[in-house]
């Protein structure tokens, strides 16, 4: 399976990540219970500390790893890259992977929208919302692609797309 690859510009409160790119997954997951089918892909990939909720309607980042986004029910239209970025339309069994320091918000939801989250060997994720300090964009930089891709696992996605 391969993923669309989505390069974002730097913003002023949005960093994205300068090295690699968003990657979107159409048609990942097929069934009545995508939640679980998530969890359970996700960690047989070695992604953990997961979670099931939405996507915030604020524009925030993550400075500390990488995040899975398994959308198990309903849709929405998300907006990456910070507020001058791009509107995505996500659906039921998507999947996307993005990379440390990447913008997302919710711009609208159906009232079922449910998403699973997971980060590359259970990390732990921080909540940015304001301009990156000189320490959040240089540990941004640094982040190690992970070793597995919580969709396709050792080979494809993010092991082809960001080595």
Known sequence: MKPQAI????????????????????????GDDRAAGFEVLF????????????V???????SKTHEALGFAIGSATLMVGGPTGLKIEIHAGDAAVLPAGTGHCRSSASSDFLVVG??????????????????????????????????????????ALWR
Request: charged share 20%.
């Open 118 to 159: 997971a980060y590359p060997a259970g990390a732990d994720y921080d909540l940015c919302r304001d301009e990156p300090t000189p320490e959040q964009m240089k540990r941004i930089e640094d982040l190690a692609a992970p070793i597995t891709d919580p969709v396709t696992g050792g080979s494809g996605g993010l092991i």
């Open 56 to 62: 915030y309607p604020f524009h925030h980042y993550h």
């Open 7 to 30: 390069r974002l510009a730097p913003g002023n409160l949005i960093p994205n990540n300068p090295r690699f790119p968003l990657l979107l997954y159409r048609g990942v997951l097929k």
């Open 43 to 54: 960690g047989r990939n070695g992604w953990g500390n997961m979670w099931r909720n939405g």
